[in-house]
């Protein structure tokens, strides 16, 4: 069972990193999970044994990650939310009825780090698809850790959630000025209702004269039509580099001929087509500096 | 210098409050577990309620560079639905040992009802179960009699007094309070409560050991500055640095601070934004404000 290994990877991860007290307290609340209260109150008291350190994970653990499931990244995971997490994935799990309940109650009374860990736990937990709406709730948060952590470095959205929540997610990503290229799966699930929202969204920001995220332009270059060219045309004209790259990698992304015609004219900026994905990256690292 | 609000109602207030309470220098708030203006009906409400504090508030709180703290607890006028109570007892394991939930509270009398009584002796066994501190509301009405009541029933519950704070004094209740080894907590409140002129004249006769103040403030007409301008007007009249500091600061992180869930290293080893990434140098807190005016230079609040 996928789970199996899922826990087996996050154990080895913390027996370097907690300290004796904390390895001793995981180590009796896995036993004693059959009671759903005791599951509860661990989740909740897990920071006081385990810390909320980054656990600065080696590269070769990272691998392993996305090895055991493409996608899975806890780059960013600290130790109470590994612990937390492997709680989840050892708690009684028979029926995805009873696992649903089981997580109605964490996510209802949960604080604000504790629904961040849940929410990238996703990815790794039982009857996956019996989440979906879960997550599509999680996207409507305003709290950013916890939106990031259904939104940023988390597979699950681009697996499992329906296009209109999808969007909604892309969207919201947008307004909250979250870094587009953390989403995984960004590229494989663009769509034309997305381009045309975010189209109507660029041309909304630009009437009240205020700034948009050149990685919009990401989600738009499939979707160019030659009504819809000028838009990017426009952003070719910025004084604004990063908005001037973001035209042409959308340019790129086109199959429209006059978008070709128009990119050969800035072939100066000109970015091979096999880089775009590197190249979106790097755009979105610049657009958000720390 | 630092402040801690440690008894203030955020979900009330707006964030020109938060904005103000960080440029006066407040940098962590606790917010007791109360009512909402109007008793409340159903169980999904406390729940609710509480999610919030240790929720959404917390994260409002952390857009303004302040930490938000929360204690938990049935608050004595709702006490007074018993069957909604008896609902609430259930759930109360399921928040108090939360991350930042510095205590019990408030909870203690209103009116002085049975109800009342059955409740917080409930919650104070409760307190001394999870070892989190007691934050008792005195009553408004009948303040001295309720406050030594309070004090009497906690002790008698075998609570230790240093684990418990005694808020909302005043000059009739302040002595009994420190004499019995229990922390005294002021609400500088216009109109209602303390006034922050007689708070420096407590100040002055007691010394700073185990007496702090707070605001209080909530949907009514309250000061969220209430402790900034209360400690500015000690020092304009004479007090020691020092002991301003006790008691808008070091007094509170002691008392709270027994729940190990209140860490000074919380705000003073953190970036006080808790925002990570700036878009475009902006800072994608909302709106990106610009920080509003300083404290008013007339601090008495009567």
Known sequence: ?290 | MRYIDPHVHMISRTTDDYEAMRQAGVVAVIEPAFWMGQPRTQIGSFQDYYSHLIGFERFRASQFGIRHYCTIGLNSKEANNEALAEEVMELLPLFVCKEGVVGVGEIGYDDQTAAEDKYYRLQLELAKEVNLPVQIHTPHRDKKQGTLRSMAVALEHGLDPAMVIVDHNNEETVQAVLDQGFWAAFTIYPHTKMGNERMTEIVKHYGPERIFINSAADWGISDPLAVPKTARLMLERGISPETVEQVTYYNALAAFGQSGQLLETDWLAANPIDQSLKYSGNSILRGGQIPVGEVASDSVIR
């Open chain 1, 1 to 290: 069972m996928l789970q199996n290994s899922y826990q087996v990877y996050l154990t080895k991860v913390l027996q370097t990193r907690l300290s004796e007290r904390g390895q001793t307290w995981l180590h009796t609340q896995l036993a004693g999970l059959a009671s759903e209260k005791a599951l509860y109150l661990a989740f909740s008291l897990a920071p006081r044994f385990t810390g909320k350190e980054l656990l600065q994970l080696t590269a070769s653990e990272l691998q392993q990650a996305s090895e055991l499931r493409p996608g899975f990244n806890p780059e960013g995971w600290t130790t109470d939310q590994a612990a937390r997490t492997l709680l989840l994935l050892s708690a009684p799990q028979q029926d995805s009825t009873q696992y649903t309940a089981l997580l109605d109650k964490l996510f209802s009374t949960a604080g604000v780090s504790e629904l961040a860990t849940l929410y990238a736990s996703l990815p790794l937990l039982p009857y996956p698809e019996s989440h979906a709406k879960r997550a599509a709730e999680g996207v409507r948060t305003t709290m950013t850790s916890v939106f990031d952590a259904i939104a940023l470095h988390n597979p699950y959205p681009h697996d499992f959630l329906p296009q209109e929540a999808w969007n909604q997610l892309v969207l919201k990503a947008v307004f909250n000025a979250r870094p587009l290229y953390q989403i995984i799966g960004l590229d494989d699930r663009r769509n034309e209702p997305l381009a045309r929202m975010l189209l109507d969204y660029a041309h909304e920001r630009w009437a009240a004269s205020r700034t948009l995220t050149p990685e919009v332009w990401r989600l738009v270059g499939p979707y160019l039509t030659a009504s819809t060219l000028p838009n990017v045309q426009r952003l070719l004209h910025s004084s604004d580099a990063l908005q001037v790259q973001a035209g042409t990698l959308a340019l790129a992304a086109s199959g429209l001929p006059e978008a070709r015609d128009l990119l050969s004219q800035f072939s100066g900026l000109l970015f091979p087509a096999e880089d775009k994905v590197v190249n979106w990256r790097h755009l979105g690292e610049k657009a958000y500096a720390a």
